[in-house]
């Protein structure tokens, strides 16, 4: 039976950031990762070319991606083994130590090629933990939300990498006009970082008083889980990869956006910084709204229709862009990408995780999740970088975005349309 006709709603505001913690430590992360990856290449991989060392720097970020999947399936799996909340718990403890390690390594100059074996490390090591991180927290959002509001608490999964966004703006900005360059060259980017290790006390006690939401914990092993998942459930993995492939490649390209000014538009650090608080502010406003809308008018309209109006506007948004490389264009056109992005991101968000039973809801979300990060998300960025490198072309951002979304849209329509958050029984 539906859990909301057994007992009142297990969230409230406090559930629902421990949920969401280690998501918005994830994306502050990356964002701090993203912005800095100038300053992060001289101190780690010094080279004769700016450009090589900043690819060097974006591949080893994607080196984090690679273990993403092994942790959907271990970590997802122990979710729905053990329960949500010991793996949301083991999740954010194994971040922490990937955080610290990029935080607190000595540069190339200091430690020779340890500098960036340690940070190669720290990457997997983290990396390991988000992939399993979203699949049960997605899971624990759901099954505790009251029916008629479900797509909305699910939709802080999405809205929490807004609020991390801009908080990493507002942090890169404000370390921008503090410190001269040459200082933020050598030691002011590992502020950021360290600010953002201040959620992980906060967020490791709320989860440990997270409800449980797993209706038979320990009633069946791990393997026995990915079993069921694959018997029964791999098709529905095959299309949430590929309904993940748009959301992680706009919300990454989005991102990309302050890098992007600065190396591709020449624009001034501190306009740039603009893009990134504009991509946090625009995804958590369009996430939320997005779910509303989803509880309203149903998931599939919302997951479908702001995703074709996005593939038919972002190459003219570009176009507008490269033309007129101006801090008000650049704003516009990164609220425009994100807002529509996230509109679609948290009804789709939505749909998978209400696709699967609550048997295997954690792992066949989180290897979704994970699967589809790994392979795109952490390569959007390198991809982006190179080609605009290897053409010369600007535009590239937008060519690669329309390919990603015609490709999920295939995936969209093709998701089991019996599946409702109205009928999701825990």
Known sequence: MRASETSPPLLNRWTVAAAVAGNTLEFYDFLTYSTFAVFIGQAYFPSGSAFAS???????????????????????????????????VLTITLMTAGTLALALTPTYGTIGVLAP????????????????????????LLECAPAGRRALFVSWQNASQGIAIC????????LSLLLPVQQLAQWGWRLAFAVGLLIVPVGLYMRRRLPETLEAPGSHGGRAVLGLLWRRHRQLVVLGVLIILCLTVTAYLTSYMTTYALTSLGMATSDAMLATITTGVFMGAGALWGGQLSDRFGITPVMIV?????????????????????????????????????????????????????????????????????????????????????T????????????????????????????????VLI
């Open 54 to 88: 900043l690819l060097l720097t974006l591949a080893t970020f994607g080196v984090g991606f690679v273990t993403r999947p092994l942790g959907g399936l271990i970590l997802g799996a122990y979710a729905d083994r053990a329960g949500r909340r010991p793996a949301l």
């Open 167 to 174: 908080a990493a703006g507002l942090v890169g900005l404000l």
């Open 306 to 390: 702001p995703r074709i109006v996005l593939t038919l506007a972002v190459y003219p948004a570009f176009l507008l862009l490269v033309k007129f490389p101006r801090t008000g264009v650049l704003v516009g056109v990164t609220a425009l990408i994100t807002t529509l992005g996230a509109l679609s991101a948290a009804a789709a968000t939505a749909a998978l995780a209400a696709a699967f039973p609550n048997s295997v809801r954690s792992s066949g979300t989180a290897v979704c999740y994970a699967a589809s990060v790994s392979i795109f998300g952490g390569t959007t960025q390198f991809v982006i970088t190179w080609l605009i490198g290897v």
């Open 117 to 140: 074996l340690i940070l190669i490390a720290g990457r997997l090591v983290q990396g390991l933990a988000l992939g399993g991180d979203f699949g049960p927290a997605t899971a624990l």
């Open 392 to 423: 010369g072309d600007r535009l590239a951002p937008a060519y690669y975005l329309i390919a990603a979304s015609l490709v999920s849209l295939w995936a969209m329509f093709r998701l089991p349309g019996q599946h409702r958050l109205e009928r």
